[in-house]
């Protein structure tokens, strides 16, 4: 008879506990149908994404179909009426939520890559790779959030997927969960002896060690930067800028000015915080869409200063904030 109860009280526990879906319903479609198949690799070590506190309560956050590799599928084939001839590849490295419930805080780690495929040969497209902090104090309905920056992780990544030029270098299908320190020894500034010298307009130019020409950074009489300007010496907008290298450094245009790209056994980083790199009135999905697209002019403002100091938030606690290897992008 105790057995009986204490399972009806575990069944009704179970079916209590609240769930909050991940919908991937956003608009996911070619506009140039330049895409045949897209196909999910689903190499998570762990399906299960986690359970947060709300209200004091928990919730479970699971997608609307837990057949994660159907469930995209047919999104993108119900999305694709007219196809082309690429076929794209997402490779699901790792979704985690992790509730840290002494601090209110919410950790959500993704990393979801996407590769083109060809013949059996998958050449890195691009990548989502971070960890996004939300905060209960500023965010009332956290679950909620959680799923909805999930779902908007995977569009923005799909859609930035279709036209996004792919690195050259082909990892084999065996090989694919190894595939960074295969595609990093062909990166030209990861193995560079010394950085070209010049400006550079965007993480490719920079990646290919291609500095554009007759781009100049501009100094004051102080030796400060000011701005950067082209061949007819007017100023570019830091909207067009990635940042330049001087005397073998690399610097970087960020929201509190050029700041130097140092290097260290784990890569490049900037010492920064998330709170500069995106101030607090950009939310997660202005954050999404810079990680993966290039930092957005709107934050850069006029930051064009290489100390940078006039600017830095005496609110931030500075630290190393090392920079994706493939695609330029900050991880935290």
């Not at 084999?172 to 960074?180: G, R």
């Given at each position: ?12 526990s179970m079916?209590?506990q ?8 956003q ?8 895409t045949k ?5 689903d190499n ?5 994404l ?6 004091e309560?928990?919730?479970q956050?699971?997608?609307?179909n837990?057949?994660?590799?159907n ?14 001839n690429?076929?794209?590849a ?7 939520i992790?509730d840290f419930?002494?601090t209110?805080m919410?950790?959500?780690?993704v990393k979801i890559s996407?590769?083109?495929n ?12 971070n960890?996004?902090?939300?905060n209960?104090k ?7 959030a959680?799923s909805s920056t ?7 990544l799909?859609?930035d997927s ?6 050259s ?8 969960t190894n595939y960074?320190?295969?595609?990093s020894k ?6 560079a002896?010394e950085?070209?010298a ?9 990646s290919?060690?291609?500095p554009?020409e007759?781009y100049?950074?501009d100094?004051?009489?102080k030796?400060?930067?000011t701005g950067i300007?082209?061949?007819e ?7 067009e800028i990635?940042?330049y ?8 245009l960020t ?5 130097e ?7 490049y980083y ?6 500069e ?8 999905g202005?954050?999404?869409?810079a990680?993966?697209?290039g ?7 006029a930051?064009?200063?290489s100390?940078g100091?006039a600017?830095?938030?005496s ?7 090392y920079?994706?290897p493939?695609?330029?992008e900050?991880t935290?």
């Amino acid at each position: 008879m105790k057995k009986i109860i204490f399972f009806l009280l575990l069944s009704a526990s179970m079916a209590a506990q609240k769930v909050e879906l991940i919908k991937l319903n956003q608009n996911i479609k070619d506009k140039f149908s330049r895409t045949k198949s897209l196909t999910v690799i689903d190499n998570r070590t762990d399906k299960n994404l986690g359970t947060v506190t709300y209200k004091e309560e928990p919730v479970q956050i699971k997608f609307t179909n837990e057949d994660v590799k159907n469930y995209i599928e047919s999104w993108f084939a119900a999305d694709n009426k007219t196809r082309g001839n690429n076929d794209i590849a997402l490779l699901l490295e790792e979704i985690t939520i992790n509730d840290f419930k002494e601090t209110g805080m919410v950790k959500a780690k993704v990393k979801i890559s996407s590769f083109i495929n060809r013949n059996g040969k998958y050449y890195f497209i691009n990548r989502y790779n971070n960890t996004l902090d939300f905060n209960s104090k500023v965010t009332p309905n956290i679950p909620k959030a959680v799923s909805s920056t999930v779902s908007a992780i995977f569009s923005t990544l799909i859609n930035d997927s279709y036209s996004h030029i792919a690195l050259s270098t082909p990892v084999p299908e065996a090989e694919l969960t190894n595939y960074e320190p295969i595609v990093s020894k062909n990166i030209k500034y990861l193995n560079a002896a010394e950085l070209t010298a010049g400006v550079y307009t965007d993480f490719r130019s920079f990646s290919l060690q291609k500095p554009q020409e007759g781009y100049y950074v501009d100094k004051n009489k102080k030796g400060r930067v000011t701005g950067i300007k082209n061949r007819e010496n007017l100023m570019v907008s830091g909207e067009e800028i990635f940042g330049y290298v001087e005397d073998g450094k690399a610097y970087r245009l960020t929201p509190a000015g050029f700041l130097e790209m140092e290097k260290d056994g784990k890569g490049y980083y900037v010492v920064s915080s998330r709170l500069e790199l995106f101030p607090p009135q950009n939310n997660n999905g202005v954050m999404i869409g810079a990680m993966m697209g290039g930092m957005v002019g709107a934050l850069i403002g006029a930051a064009i200063d290489s100390s940078g100091s006039a600017r830095r938030s005496s609110n931030a606690e500075l630290s190393n904030i090392y920079i994706d290897p493939l695609t330029g992008e900050y991880t935290f």
